[in-house]
């Protein structure tokens, strides 16, 4: 995932100063212009090291269980973004406060349902039924007769998908899956609205400090002391970086190199990259009709993005 993902859009920028692993629309304006190679290469950096901590944090899963896992990833990213960011306390209005914490809560709710679909599905399947969310969110900001295309062709390789052969797609997978979705697509419409309210990093901070106080307890309660033996915590830390120190970097970099829209379409690359990513350290091999079931997915994300004019 998402993203930060937390674990990951339309595939666009959060208002925020520096965006979460997936992305939101309505991302700030960007100067017009080709983006460079090397912001071309930090966005798939940042999108790879999103979708190979996912896969990594799968790898957790038999010690601290999807939950552990999550608070651990959470929690530590918390405290990453807390000591940069020193976010201002004081001076906020109840309904800045409303709004940080909503988001905190779609970012902490995002964050579990995701761990809880690639708990029982393959990531590469996950991540297609969980960028549903904002890839028809773009189809209805856009208002574009093209939108319903794009729309149809990524149902398509969804239903596609779901009559494929992957060994370990259940129900209960792929309605977590769903429900990361829906909370990606409230992540994107807080994430805008809290930009606006907070100053650089600080919504951020906030959102993810309440986020790991959603998911700690959730944790304890599935994991209880295994939270705290070293090798656990010493995997949680490289997890919250992977997944979210490192891209949350590279993605700021990024976006001061490249056009709104071109982000976005590299972005959208996220589906594949997590199959890629669960093939190779989870041993979740694809098959031909998995492969075009994602490609149509991409295809579609990518079409929806460009359909809306890169906004």
Do not use: K
Not at 54 to 61: E, G, M, Q, T
Not at 209 to 227: K, M, R
């Amino acid at each position: 995932m998402t993203s930060t993902a937390l674990d990951s859009p339309t595939f666009t920028t959060p208002t925020t100063t520096t965006p979460p692993t997936t992305s939101a629309p309505g991302f700030p304006r960007h100067s017009a212009g080709r983006g460079t190679l090397a912001g071309v290469g930090l966005v798939l950096a940042g999108t790879v090291s999103v979708q190979f901590g996912s896969a990594f944090a799968a790898l957790l899963f038999p010690r601290a269980g999807a939950l552990g896992t999550v608070a651990l990833r959470v929690a530590f990213a918390a405290v990453l973004l807390l000591a940069v960011a020193r976010p201002r306390l004081r001076g906020h209005t109840r309904a800045d406060w409303a709004v940080a914490c909503g988001f905190g809560l779609a970012l902490g709710g995002m964050n579990i349902l995701f761990y809880q679909a690639i708990d029982r599905i393959p990531l590469g399947a996950a991540v297609t039924f969980e960028v549903l969310g904002p890839l028809l969110l773009s189809v209805i900001v856009s208002r574009r007769a093209a939108g319903l295309l794009w729309a149809a062709l990524a149902l398509a390789g969804v239903y596609l998908l779901g009559r494929g052969d992957f060994d370990r797609l259940s129900v209960a997978g792929v309605a977590f899956a769903l429900g990361a979705a829906a909370m990606w697509v409230a992540y994107i419409l807080l994430n805008s609205r809290t930009g606006a309210r907070f100053p650089r990093l600080d919504g951020l901070a906030i959102a993810m400090a309440v986020a790991a106080l959603v998911s700690l307890p959730l944790g304890i309660g599935s994991a209880g002391g295994t939270l705290l033996e070293p090798g656990v915590l010493g995997l949680g830390l490289v997890i919250a970086i992977v997944s979210s120190g490192v891209p949350y970097t590279l993605e700021l970099l990024a976006l001061r190199r490249l056009p709104a829209a071109t982000f976005a379409v590299l972005t959208a690359l996220a589906p594949a990259l997590a199959a890629l990513a669960g093939y190779l350290v989870l041993h979740q091999g694809l098959s031909a009709t998995q492969c075009a079931a994602i490609a149509m997915v991409v295809a579609a994300s990518v079409g929806a993005v460009r359909s809306g004019g890169g906004r």
